[in-house]
Each structure stands twice: as C-alpha cells, then as structure tokens.
C-alpha cells in the first residue's frame, strides 16, 4: 500500500539527482537506499514523508522501489524548474518592473548582420525596455 | 524485480572487499557499477542457479546495456563479476555448490565473433 502523506517540494542535493538513476528496479529498505545514494537515512525518511513512494507490508517494514523512487526524485527535479514564458513578438522584459510587458513606441536599429536592437517604453512604468531581436521587419515587430 | 539476495551477497561482497582488501570508496563504487549488470542479468533468479541462465553474462551486456561499452570496459565488467562470484562461492559453498569453478573461470572470457567497439 503506497503511503504519500505531504507532496510538497523536496531538497534534492545533486548527488542525489545523479545517483538515483542508478537504482535497480527491486525493493530496498530507507537503510539500503540511503546508503546507495549517500544521503543520511533520517533525510530519506523526511522525503518519505513529503510524498516519496514507498509501502509497508504487514509487518509495517518500508519497502521503496529503486524505480519508482528515481522517477520521483527526476519529477522533484522538474518541479523545481520555475515555468519559462519565451518572448512574444512586441514583448520585451522591463527590469524596473521586473515583469514581461509590451514595448510602446518601438524603434529597431540594425546591429550587424541579421541582430537587431529594439528599444521602445514599458508601458507601465515608462522606463525605456531593450531588446536583441534576430531579423528586423519580421514578426519581432510590435504592431502599432 | 530484482532477487533481494542477490543484491544482499553483492554488498556483502563490496564490504568485504573494502575491509579485508582495503579497496577505496572509488575502487568499491566502481565494482557496484559492475556488479549491477550481473543483477540484471539474474533478475529475479537467484545466482545459485546462475550456471543454468539462457543467456552468457558477456552476451547479456552486448544485448541490454545500452551504453556502448569499448573492450576494456567490458572486460573490466566480467572481471569483477568472477572476482564476485569465485568469492561468493568460497563464502557459500552449500549454496552454491552447483556452480563450477570451470564455469566461473570461463565468465570473463568474450565470446568468440563478438563486435568490440574499440
């Protein structure tokens, strides 16, 4: 029976993230799994207890499987990565507002070959925003 | 999954080596390395019984391990695993008396036609 009491978000050292992939699908005990991946085993109890998949059998021993436990510690890994929003054409990011808006009054100078500076106002605070964009004239531009 | 005592003999095995043969923590985590392809290759079989696989351990690497391995490489791989297993039968010895010492010695040894990335 799987046991996942708190889901969130877990420290995972490097080590880890690189020793984990090594696990072999069959069950350990938090001791074995701790030693593999030479972390303290209180610190694989405390991520057993923020939702990493483990069982009990009747005896209440922990059984973790080396498998399902490395996907975890690779889906901790991804949950870490802040989501990214790429640029859209007229967007550009103000570092006074520190926030992606839209350029006002855009400007394109040609740089050298296909890079181009982009330079126009944030809309919100009014500051004056940059961009280096690839091609001139295409969709980078803001319309109107 | 995999058989729970074979795994408990492979660690067995890397204690020992550490504590009798004075092995180093990078000698010892490289011959787990190694001695995870014989896991694989047992699976849920335990090794006792290893002389009666289907498949030959070096024949099982060129098969499943998906990181093209060179020579020496392989090589080094069969080596601990007759290292692991000449020591498991000497510990064991009812256990594993079905697996012969001729058996063991011809583990590290290629088959023959076998392509090496060199």
Partial sequence: MSENQNTSNCRISRNVLIKAPGLLPMLYTPREIAEDLDVPETTLRDWLNHGAPHSRDESNHIWIDGKQFSTWVESQRNAKKKPTHPLQAGESFCMRCNAIVKIQNSEIRPVKGHLSHLKGKCPICGGIVNRGIWNAGSAELPQG | ?118
Avoid: C
């Fill in chain 2, 1 to 118: 999954m995999l058989d729970r005592q074979n795994y408990l003999k492979v660690k067995l095995f890397l204690k020992y080596s550490r504590v009798v043969h004075g092995r180093s923590s990078l000698q010892i985590s490289n011959d787990f390395e190694h001695l995870k392809a014989l896991l694989l290759w047992a699976g849920s079989q335990p090794l006792r019984s290893a002389h009666a696989f289907n498949t030959s351990l070096s024949d099982f690497l060129f098969q499943n391990i998906e990181k093209r391995l060179d020579q020496a490489e392989l090589q080094s791989i069969l080596n601990t695993n007759q290292r692991f297993l000449l020591w498991v039968k000497a510990m064991f010895p009812v256990e594993f008396q079905n697996i012969r010492l001729s058996w063991i010695m011809k583990i590290s040894a290629i088959s023959e036609g076998k392509e090496v990335i060199i």
